[in-house]
């Protein structure tokens, strides 16, 4: 069930992210798969620190720097 909640994630993630590359707001190097899975770790990740540290701090370090490296892939304005 769990798995099944992360893989509905990831997938509206890569869409998401497969549409904003089409779009050419992503550059076409960027992998709409492998950037979901980032986002999919960074969040999972984050969230079990938090849970093991009692505070947000991980889950929201871990969420900027999961954007930070997607935005790294924007096209040039």
């Known amino acids: 069930a769990v798995a099944d ?3 509905r994630w990831q997938e509206l993630f ?3 992210l497969s549409k904003m590359r089409e779009r050419g707001e992503l550059r076409p190097e960027a992998d709409p798969a492998a950037l979901a899975h980032l986002l999919a770790a960074a969040f999972q990740g984050g969230a079990l620190l938090d ?7 991980p889950l929201r370090d871990a969420l900027y720097g999961a954007l930070a490296y997607i935005e790294s892939f924007a ?3």
């Open 75 to 77: 096209a040039e304005r």
């Open 51 to 57: 849970q093991a540290a009692g505070e947000s701090t």
């Open 14 to 16: 890569k869409r998401g």
């Open 5 to 7: 909640g992360f893989g």
